[in-house]
């Protein structure tokens, strides 16, 4: 496909959509799952206009498929327009595929981009109207599962004796994304299987579009003109870019506070903070990690000063450095304000004068992980700490336990530990805080 710009069909120019408003960024801050279109979208050609130059007939269905993207002709229609044209066997299909690996089709920076959303736990589908025969190489390339990927069909001619297909006959209509208003039907279905709270799709053409105008289907459109812009799409669009590093950039990064600063409370922040550290390339966490201390003096110094400038704590965990980006706080509001991850890790005893305080003012959304060792004991029986911070602050509180000791763990010594759960996605963001290779 030639890629070129096109405006819509009044001519008129559109609003900058470059920067997205504060509500479809929240969205995009809480997306379950991404829908993205393929061709042009994920690599930088059309799949089918490919096969077709491939084929010696590259101009003839270029035309087509412009028609298509830009609302001008029905998707069905395309499809079967261009294929009477293709006219290819298995034969030819292979050896496309052997002649444009996925990786030389890909657009810059979209294999980092994916990668980043399955980091988050972010469920990646592909809603393409190519087909499965050519998209199947690069969704494994990128780490997507085949059970992931809406795409269309080829449906071939068998030969009586040979029992293998010989010729090109047509598509298989059934499949949604073989129709306009394809794509958001396949929303509709995901949605139907996986509980998702929040669907983005991501694409370039009028088909992508459709995704969010219709009822079950997308709650968010970001239309991607690295490759194709198309004015009629970047007009309809929630949000538009041309560079997958623009996204990136935006995804969220999880905000830490440390609630503690004992032993064991040092002890695991010299884990959290190599974690979040840029140079571990995770690009997840915010790199620097509040630590709420409680004020003491030590030889006339502040405790938070001392740790701030050595970073270390003298007291509680001596010898031990906790990380430049750990930075100790006496005030626990100032420290906790709009963090995404709380680490309690206090004496137990302190925990229910910690919530008071906190209650009402934690981020909402936020998560928290207890640990811990020790519960509240009631007249009416024993409380854990985990069930108080939920009951208390109304966020989920998970818990991380093991037979460790601080200096073990300071001392980079082998340890293990086991989180328990309420919800595995936040199980995994934590595991991805705390785990050591």
């Known amino acids: 496909m030639v890629c070129r710009a096109s405006s819509g069909s009044n001519g008129a120019p559109t609003r900058d959509k470059s920067t997205p408003s504060p509500e479809n960024l929240a969205i995009w801050h809480r997306a379950e799952a991404v829908c993205f279109d393929v061709d042009c979208t994920i690599t930088i050609n059309d799949g089918l206009d490919l096969l077709a130059k491939f084929m010696g007939v590259g101009e003839e269905c270029e035309k087509i498929t412009n028609q298509a993207m830009n609302g001008s002709l029905d998707m069905g229609e395309s499809l079967e327009q261009r294929l009477n044209i293709i006219k290819c066997t298995p034969a030819d299909v292979k050896k496309f595929i052997k002649a444009n690996p996925p990786k030389s089709r890909l657009t810059p920076g979209i294999v980092e981009f994916i990668k980043a959303l399955k980091t988050r736990g972010i469920h990646v589908f592909l809603l393409t109207g190519g087909f499965r025969e050519i998209m199947l190489p690069i969704a494994a390339h990128l780490g997507i599962p085949m059970e992931n990927v809406f795409a269309n069909r080829m449906l071939w001619q068998w030969d009586d004796e040979t029992m293998e297909p010989t010729r090109l006959v047509g598509f298989d209509t059934s499949e949604p994304t073989s129709r306009n208003q394809g794509k958001p039907e396949a929303i509709l279905q995901i949605r139907n299987q996986f509980p998702y709270n929040s669907v983005v799709m991501i694409g370039d053409g009028i088909t992508d579009l459709e995704a969010v105008q219709v009822t079950g289907g997308a709650d968010l459109f970001i239309g991607y003109g690295g490759v194709a812009e198309r004015e009629n799409v970047k007009a309809g669009a929630d ?125 909402r959304g936020a998560i928290a992980v207890s640990l811990i060792k020790g519960m509240r004991v009631r007249s009416d029986g024993p409380q854990l700490i985990s069930q108080m911070v939920t009951r208390s602050l109304g966020i989920d509180c998970s818990v991380l336990m093991g037979a460790n000791i601080a200096s073990g763990i300071a001392a980079q010594e082998l340890s293990e530990a086991t989180i328990g759960y309420n919800s595995y996605d936040n199980a995994r963001l934590l595991q991805k805080l705390f785990q050591r290779e």
Request: aromatic share 8%; proline share 3%; charged share 20%.
């Open 239 to 363: 949000w538009y870019v041309n560079d997958w590093s623009v996204l990136q950039a935006s995804l969220q990064k999880y905000k830490v506070v440390m609630i503690g600063s004992g032993a064991w409370a040092c002890a695991a922040a010299t884990l959290c903070s190599a974690n979040v550290a840029a140079e571990r390339g995770l690009d997840l966490f915010q790199e620097e990690i509040q630590m709420w201390t409680y004020q003491e003096q030590i030889d006339g110094k502040n405790l938070t000063d001392i740790i701030n400038e050595t970073h270390e704590n003298p007291k509680y965990l001596p010898g031990t450095q906790l990380g430049n980006n750990v930075v100790a706080n006496p005030d626990l509001l100032s420290a906790v304000a709009d963090a995404d991850v709380l680490i309690l890790c206090a004496p137990h005893q302190f925990v229910r004068g910690i919530c008071k305080t906190l209650a009402g003012k934690v981020k």
